[in-house]
């Protein structure tokens, strides 16, 4: 069970709210109601299937479109995009999320990046 955080870029169409519909007895007519705002980057903190099954469930509730997805990690040395800088941030990120993970009862992390 090796946890990993995977960050998940969307098309974008800036339309970046949930809508609802709802009845105004007063005026007799429906209106839309903004009610959320949705992320177009998020980052999700989990094991592979937890992040699979999250991923899912954010793309049905929000209706985006999934265009992009990286793994987030530490780059080894030989690597082409190796920054000792980049490396010692994210190791510092990783951490923060591992605990945050076991503090949440083994929960998936839905990080916004955006």
Same mark, same amino acid.
Request: aromatic share 14%; net charge negative.
């Given at each position: 069970? $090796?946890? !990993?955080?995977?960050?998940?870029?969307? %098309?974008?169409?800036?339309?970046? %709210?949930?809508?609802?519909?709802?009845?105004?007895?007063?005026? #007799?007519? /429906?209106?839309?109601?903004?009610?959320?705002?949705?992320?177009?980057?998020?980052?999700?903190? $989990?094991? #592979?299937? #937890?992040? *699979? =099954?999250?991923?899912?469930?954010?793309? *049905? %509730?929000? $209706?985006?479109?999934?265009?992009?997805? /990286?793994?987030? =990690? !530490?780059? +080894?040395?030989?690597?082409?995009?190796?920054?000792?800088?980049? @490396?010692?941030?994210?190791?510092?990120?990783? =951490?923060?999320? *591992?605990?945050?993970?076991?503090? @949440?009862?083994?929960? +998936?992390?839905?990080?916004?990046?955006?």
């Amino acid at each position: 069970m $090796g946890l !990993i955080a995977k960050d998940f870029h969307f %098309y974008s169409d800036n339309d970046h %709210y949930i809508r609802t519909k709802k009845w105004d007895n007063l005026l #007799q007519r /429906y209106y839309a109601d903004c009610t959320e705002i949705i992320a177009t980057s998020i980052r999700i903190f $989990g094991t #592979q299937e #937890q992040i *699979e =099954e999250t991923k899912n469930k954010y793309i *049905e %509730y929000t $209706g985006l479109a999934l265009d992009e997805v /990286y793994t987030f =990690e !530490i780059e +080894p040395k030989n690597s082409y995009f190796y920054n000792k800088e980049a @490396n010692d941030i994210a190791a510092m990120k990783l =951490e923060i999320y *591992e605990k945050m993970y076991n503090d @949440n009862n083994k929960n +998936p992390l839905i990080i916004n990046l955006k």
